[in-house]
């Protein structure tokens, strides 16, 4: 198991900017594929983006393509997501994932993966 805790999230306006951090702990970080998923309330949790190992390729959810940036940084086992021109529509809890990886691919399922944090909410008003 790897634990995940996130921090970053809070309250902005429309068209304004966060960044949320997720540090891992417990297991070799560069091994497990990263994600961010989001749940805002009456929904499901829905996946928002994800990057492979290496952190070489990564793939965004169409509703934030454009907008939102995941990195990581595999020396300090943390994973970032950077949003930008934030909309109402992106207010929700945003959940870090770890999945284990054994090639250098990402998933954007919430069943492939195993980790999940506690999760930051992110309130983006108008």
């Known amino acids: 198991q790897v634990q995940l805790v996130e921090s970053g999230g809070g309250s902005v306006q429309a068209g304004g900017s966060l960044r949320l951090s997720c540090a891992a702990s417990g297991r070799t970080f560069s091994n497990y594929v990263m994600g961010w998923f989001r749940q805002a309330p009456g929904k499901e949790r829905e996946f928002v983006s994800t990057i492979t190992r290496s952190g070489r390729s990564t793939y965004y959810a169409n509703s934030v393509k454009g907008r939102f940036t995941i990195s990581r940084d595999n020396a300090k086992n943390t994973v970032y997501l950077y949003m930008n021109s934030l909309k109402p529509e992106d207010t929700a809890v945003y959940y870090c994932?770890?999945?284990?990886?054994?090639?250098?691919?990402?998933?954007?399922?919430?069943?492939?993966?195993?980790?999940w944090g506690q999760g930051t909410q992110v309130t983006v008003s108008s």
């Open positions: 994932a770890a999945a284990r990886g054994y090639s250098d691919t990402y998933y954007y399922r919430n069943g492939e993966y195993d980790n």
